[in-house]
């Protein structure tokens, strides 16, 4: 009998939460990562274009050219570790590397599998329009500017909240860590998925918890192995 090959979800958004957690440091660290916003401004332009570019090439050959794939993901990354330093989650004091690559050792870890297919025809409509439910959902979860000033969405507060338990109690709730990561997967998948990196439309779910349930392979049903009943004649 062979063996079924595992099967992983494209997308899979994995972070452990720090133990123990500075109970004041949560208050500055706007300012520590005035850095990385720096950088990660004019990162952001350039997976802007890169995504233009990889539109056309999948338009056109049906492929994401690898390399501005794993550029694309090393944005997405890094704007995900800092993310969870700072106000996307304030789940750990260690300071996010400069990297666009795979850090192992730090507690959030983002995945993005390689297509070497991709849907002409959806790559026309799923970035502005089959997305549009998720583009709802997720605005409450980051807030945006409104009346020029910018408003914090649900992940930001909620973060926030946790970080205040831990000023007054040292420990950072578990259920609001696991809820914020719920939040953070669905807008990461979401962000994927319009960025033209997958075809695979998000799930409308809050995946709680540090390791996504896409970091577990979902095993297809191998064929049956019961013996078939003779054909009649």
């Given at each position: 009998?062979?063996?079924?090959?595992?099967?992983?979800?494209?997308?899979?958004v994995?972070?452990?939460?720090?133990?123990?957690l500075?109970?004041?440091?949560?208050?500055?660290?706007?300012?520590?990562?005035?850095p990385?916003?720096?950088?990660?401004?004019?990162?952001?332009?350039?997976?802007?274009?890169?995504?233009?570019?990889?539109?056309?090439?999948?338009?056109?050959t049906?492929?994401?050219?690898?390399?501005l794939?794993?550029?694309?993901?090393?944005v997405?990354?890094?704007?995900?570790?800092v993310?969870?330093?700072?106000?996307?989650?304030?789940?750990?004091?260690?300071y996010?590397?400069?990297?666009?690559?795979e850090?192992p050792g730090?507690?959030?870890?983002?995945?993005?599998?390689?297509?070497?297919?991709?849907?002409?025809?959806?790559?026309?409509?799923?970035?502005?329009?089959?997305?549009?439910?998720?583009?709802?959902?997720?605005?409450?979860?980051?807030?945006?500017?409104?009346?020029?000033?910018?408003?914090?969405?649900?992940?930001?507060?909620?973060?926030v909240?946790?970080?205040?338990?831990?000023?007054?109690?040292?420990?950072?709730?578990?259920?609001l860590?696991d809820?914020?990561?719920?939040?953070?997967?669905?807008?990461?998948?979401?962000?994927a998925?319009?960025?033209?990196?997958?075809?695979?439309?998000?799930?409308?779910?809050?995946?709680?918890?540090?390791?996504?349930?896409?970091s577990?392979p979902?095993?297809p049903?191998?064929?049956?192995?019961?013996?078939?009943?003779p054909?009649?004649s």
């Amino acid at each position: 009998m062979t063996s079924t090959p595992a099967v992983y979800p494209p997308v899979r958004v994995d972070a452990a939460l720090d133990s123990p957690l500075s109970r004041w440091l949560w208050l500055v660290k706007w300012i520590l990562v005035i850095p990385h916003y720096i950088v990660l401004f004019f990162l952001w332009i350039a997976f802007f274009v890169v995504s233009v570019i990889a539109f056309f090439a999948i338009l056109f050959t049906e492929r994401y050219p690898r390399p501005l794939f794993d550029f694309n993901v090393g944005v997405l990354r890094w704007s995900w570790r800092v993310s969870f330093y700072s106000y996307g989650a304030l789940a750990t004091d260690r300071y996010p590397p400069f990297s666009l690559g795979e850090e192992p050792g730090y507690p959030a870890r983002l995945e993005i599998a390689y297509p070497e297919r991709l849907s002409r025809g959806l790559v026309l409509v799923k970035w502005w329009l089959l997305a549009i439910p998720h583009y709802i959902v997720v605005g409450f979860f980051v807030g945006g500017y409104q009346a020029r000033m910018w408003i914090g969405g649900l992940i930001s507060v909620l973060a926030v909240i946790a970080a205040v338990i831990v000023a007054v109690t040292t420990a950072y709730s578990r259920d609001l860590f696991d809820l914020i990561m719920g939040l953070n997967r669905w807008t990461l998948r979401v962000t994927a998925y319009a960025s033209l990196m997958t075809d695979e439309y998000p799930p409308f779910r809050l995946d709680m918890g540090g390791i996504d349930p896409a970091s577990q392979p979902l095993v297809p049903t191998p064929p049956s192995t019961q013996p078939q009943p003779p054909l009649k004649s």
